[in-house]
C-alpha cells in the first residue's frame, strides 16, 4: 500500500489512469452519471432537508419566541401575575446597549377566555408594545385581515383559525376574560382589529393579542411585565446575549435563549437531521457499489493488458495506484457536475416549495408550508468529502484484486 500511495505522486501514473478514462466514453459516462447524481440528489435532498429545519427554527423564532426571553423567577415552571419584572429593573440593565440586539419588547402573558356571541374558547392572552413587538417577531407582518394593533382602543388581533371557531371577523366585538392579580375574574369588551396566520397551528388557535397598557389595567398589575423578549442580529449568539443580559439583571431574574425554551424543537431538528444523513448515506452506498461494479467490468474488459504490463515489470502497487488515480479523475468530474446538479436544483426552487395543501399537518408540527431549500457553502463540504472517500473506497476492491492477478493467467485469458 506504500508502494502504491508513492505511485500515485508519479506524472505517468495520472497519464496512464486519464487515458483508460477516455478509451471507453461508455463507461466513463456511467461511472461519472453514477457520482454526479449520487452528488447532486444528496445535495438537493439536504437543500430540502435543511429548508425544512431552518424554516421550523425561524417560524419559532419570528413568531413568539424571539432569540432570548426573560421571566421571574419560576414563571415558565408555574406562569402566574404574581410572578413578574420590575420594570425598573430592566431599565437599570440599559438593555438597548447590549450588543448584537435588533429590537426588544414587554410583554404581559396570561391564560384567559375569549368570547364572542356564538363560542367562548379558552386562550393564551398576550398584552404586546405594538411597535416594539414589530421589531421581535413577525405577527404584525402576519396580518390576513384587518390590520394590527395600532393607536385605536380596545382593539385586539388573534389567529384567523380562532377567529373562524368564534364566527368572528374584524370589526366584531369579543369579550376577552381573565383572572386579576387579586384573584378576581374581570372582562372587558374588545373590537376585533385583525387576523393573523403563521406556520404555528397551537398559535393561530389559542392567541389574542391587546395593547400591553390595556392587558395591564385589566389584570390590576400596575407596570409589571411578565417578559421582556429580545431578537439578535443575523448570525450573532443568542447565548452570550443571554450571558451579558443575565449579568445586567442579576438574580431576579430567569434569562434563557430560545433552545432552552423550545428543547423539544431542538429534539425535531436534531431527528430531521439524523434522518438526513441516513438517506445520504443509502445514497452513498447506492453510489459505491456503482463504481466498484463499473471498475470490476472495465478491469475484466483489460485484464490481458494488466497481465502484459505486469509481465514486462510493473509492480502491484503500481496497479492499484493507477486504478486509485483513475477513480479520483472520475470522482472529481462527477463530483463537479454533481455540485452543478444540487444546486442548480436547489437555485430553480429557491423561491420555496408551497405545502399549503398539507397546512393542517405541517403547522401542528411548526413546519412552514413554504419550505426553501438552503444550502451555505460551509454545508457543500461533507458531502464532497464523502463522495471522495466513497469513491476511493470502492476502487480498493478492483485495485486490489488487479494487484494480485497472476501475469501468466492474464495473458492466457480470453
Do not use: C
Request: proline residues 4%.
Amino acid at each position: 500500500m506504500i508502494e502504491a500511495l508513492r505511485s500515485l505522486f508519479l506524472a505517468s501514473t495520472w497519464r496512464m489512469a486519464w487515458r483508460n478514462v477516455g478509451r471507453n466514453p461508455r463507461r466513463t459516462g456511467i461511472i461519472g452519471s453514477a457520482i454526479s447524481i449520487g452528488v447532486g440528489a444528496t445535495i438537493f435532498a439536504m437543500a430540502i432537508n435543511f429548508g425544512m429545519i431552518f424554516g421550523m427554527v425561524r417560524a419559532a423564532i419570528d413568531t413568539e419566541l424571539g432569540h432570548v426571553q426573560v421571566h421571574g423567577i419560576g414563571f415558565e415552571k408555574k406562569p402566574g401575575l404574581e410572578i413578574s419584572l420590575d420594570p425598573s429593573r430592566i431599565e437599570e440593565a440599559r438593555i438597548e446597549e447590549l450588543p448584537g440586539l435588533t429590537g426588544w419588547a414587554r410583554r404581559v402573558r396570561h391564560e384567559g377566555l375569549v368570547s364572542s356571541p356564538r363560542a367562548a374558547v379558552g386562550v393564551r392572552v398576550v398584552g404586546v408594545e405594538p411597535g416594539r413587538e414589530a421589531s421581535v417577531t413577525q405577527i404584525a407582518t402576519s396580518i390576513v385581515e384587518g390590520s394590527f394593533l395600532g393607536s385605536e382602543r380596545r382593539r385586539v388581533v388573534m389567529g384567523a383559525r380562532l377567529a373562524r371557531r368564534l364566527k368572528v371577523k374584524p370589526g366584531d366585538k369579543v369579550v376577552v376574560s381573565a383572572q386579576d392579580l387579586a384573584g378576581d375574574l374581570t372582562g372587558e369588551a374588545f373590537r376585533v382589529a385583525g387576523l393573523f396566520e403563521t406556520s404555528s397551528r397551537e398559535l393561530d388557535e389559542s392567541a389574542v393579542y391587546l395593547a400591553l397598557d390595556e392587558a395591564q389595567e385589566m389584570l390590576g398589575l400596575g407596570e409589571a411585565i411578565s417578559e421582556l423578549v429580545l431578537r439578535t442580529t443575523e448570525g450573532a449568539d443568542p447565548e452570550a446575549l443571554a450571558l451579558q443580559l443575565s449579568e445586567r439583571l442579576g438574580d431576579g431574574a430567569e434569562v434563557r435563549t430560545w433552545e432552552e425554551m423550545r428543547p423539544t424543537l431542538v429534539a425535531m431538528v436534531a431527528m430531521f437531521d439524523q434522518i438526513g444523513w441516513v438517506l445520504y448515506a443509502a445514497v452513498f452506498v447506492a453510489m459505491a457499489f456503482g463504481i466498484a461494479n463499473v471498475l470490476m467490468m472495465s478491469l475484466y474488459e483489460r485484464i490481458r493488458e494488466v497481465g502484459i504490463m505486469m509481465a514486462i515489470g510493473m509492480r502491484p502497487g503500481r496497479m492499484v495506484a493507477a486504478m486509485l488515480a483513475e477513480s479520483i479523475l472520475l470522482t472529481t468530474v462527477g463530483v463537479g457536475l454533481g455540485l452543478l446538479i444540487g444546486l442548480g436544483g436547489a437555485e430553480l426552487l429557491s423561491e420555496g416549495i408551497d405545502f399549503s395543501r398539507w397546512s393542517d399537518g405541517l403547522t401542528g408540527y411548526g413546519i412552514p408550508t413554504k419550505i426553501i431549500p438552503s444550502v451555505r457553502t460551509g454545508d457543500l463540504r461533507d458531502p464532497v468529502v464523502i463522495a471522495v472517500i466513497t469513491a476511493i473506497l470502492a476502487s480498493l476492491w478492483p485495485a486490489l484484486r488487479a494487484a494480485r492477478i497472476q501475469p501468466a493467467d492474464a495473458i492466457r485469458h480470453v
